[in-house]
């Protein structure tokens, strides 16, 4: 289902469904499709923990313009988060799910390309919670991709993460009520949202539009179902090692290509697990940006510029 026609004059993103199973049954998760539907070279970026897939329109409408044969550009809205379905239960809300739509969603693409077609070439650009999506994508072999994802950028995460980022998303993550106008939105969300680095302001403002849905009265709430924000209270530092353990593991097997940024102010990457990175596993390719924490947003020119050229290189 489309619900928007991209055009060179006034470029926007083709609205998209797929449906996805759940254990209760099935729900419904929107992507946002950038440039050519028929292209067999496929980006996905997957967005992190509360934020939506509009959150990369900067960056895949200079990919589509960068690259130097078709491509297009895939970039979900998270199950329980922008257009996409909220689940009926709290747990739902974790990477075995979110992975799984992904399956999904790829596979319908792959179908879309036709019987002598298909997905050609893959790539995973993961920002934070996407990030780890894309690890547990390119870590399994036999799961049922189009094809093995080719290049795995990592924005800002890793198997490891500190248990102080941890506590602060406990602390911030569905916590939210009302919004007078999109201006306070953006206010609010900037506050938040000091890693991210410097954004001009008619950018963020343009961003935030994307953030909201419609509350009571006239006001603005946040998009996302507040219930995302349980399985992540719900963890304890016994079982975030566990899963730490188990994320490890799933790096050590990424045969793609890797690309791994960090913020240098990042609270929930350190600095000697990314080094760590680039010793195992893919041994990732690392970029340092200093001004930034978790995460940088990947609109500046300079940022799309690394990504582009790690993506679309021979």
Request: proline share 7%; aromatic share 6%.
């Amino acid at each position: 289902m489309c619900l928007n026609v991209m055009n060179t004059q006034n470029p926007l993103p083709l609205l998209e469904f797929v449906q996805c199973p759940h254990p209760e049954g099935q729900h419904r998760m929107a992507y946002w499709r950038w440039g050519d539907p028929q292209a067999r070279h496929v980006v996905v970026c997957a967005h992190g923990l509360t934020r939506q897939g509009r959150d990369f329109d900067s960056l895949a409408k200079a990919l589509v313009v960068k690259s130097p044969k078709a491509l297009q550009v895939i970039c979900p809205d998270v199950t329980g988060r922008g257009q996409s379905d909220w689940l009926s239960h709290a747990a739902g809300y974790q990477i075995p799910q979110y992975a799984s739509d992904m399956l999904a969603m790829l596979g319908q693409i792959h179908g879309q390309l036709g019987p002598d077609g298909g997905v050609q070439n893959l790539d995973w650009v993961g920002t934070s919670m996407g990030g780890l999506i894309g690890m547990v994508l390119a870590g399994q072999a036999g799961l049922p991709l189009p094809t093995p994802i080719r290049r795995l950028v990592l924005n800002d995460v890793g198997p490891a993460i500190t248990w102080s980022s941890v506590q602060r998303m406990q602390n911030y993550v569905g916590q939210f009520g009302l919004y007078q106008d999109l201006d306070e939105v953006a206010s609010v969300l900037r506050a938040l949202s000091q890693g991210f680095g410097p954004v001009p302001d008619d950018l963020w403002r343009e961003m935030s539009s994307h953030m909201t849905r419609p509350g009571e009265d006239g006001a603005l709430t946040l998009h996302y179902d507040p219930q995302i924000g349980v399985p992540v209270r719900a963890m304890t530092q016994e079982v975030a090692a566990a899963g730490e353990a188990a994320l490890w593991a799933l790096y050590d097997q990424i045969q793609a290509k890797t690309l791994l940024i960090r913020g240098q102010d990042s609270d929930l990457l350190t600095p000697e697990t990314a080094h760590e990175m680039t010793l195992r596993g893919p041994r990732a390719r690392l970029e340092t940006w200093p001004g930034f924490g978790h995460a940088p947003t990947l609109t500046s020119a300079e940022q799309m510029e690394v990504v582009a050229q790690f993506l679309l290189a021979d």
